[in-house]
């Protein structure tokens, strides 16, 4: 499979192939000594030339990427035409119960939405501040807000269940 990504106002062509248990992985052109496990919900451990990553994945309903590793936080857009035709102007969004899960460690500064508030996709249910910077967690669908699990001042860690959108 091969993805052209627009980070950080680059493109980069990525190229994905399977060789029997690993992934070959090449990055304009030139492969790269990398492998990848999912540990978690959108959270993956990354080895790339022999130094490891955690990376957090969370994705946007206007088809982009946030990439959380460490202190960075890079947004991505994969520009695939096959793939990712429908998420890129909001077209595809998350369907039934969805549980919004913090992508990083950090602590509630405030919420937004209350249990029963009817939510768009992309609006704002929480702030989590990590690295002294402030995250917006948003809706991943239009829907409902069933349960708020966290309080204002509340530390989380990452891949825990904040909040529940039906």
Known sequence: MKYEVLLGGKTRVVELMRDAEKWRVSLDGKPIDADAIEVAANTFSVLIEGESWEVRVAPKPDGTLVLHTGIAEFVAQVEDPRTWRGRRHGAM??????????????????????????????????????????????????GKVEKILVKEGQAVNAGEILAWVD
């Open 93 to 142: 969004e998350a369907e039934g119960r969805q549980q919004i899960t913090a992508p990083m460690p950090g602590k509630v500064v405030r919420v937004l939405a209350n249990p029963g508030d009817t939510v768009e996709a992309g609006q704002g249910l929480l702030v989590v501040e990590a690295m002294k910077m402030q995250n917006e967690i948003r809706s991943p669908k239009n």
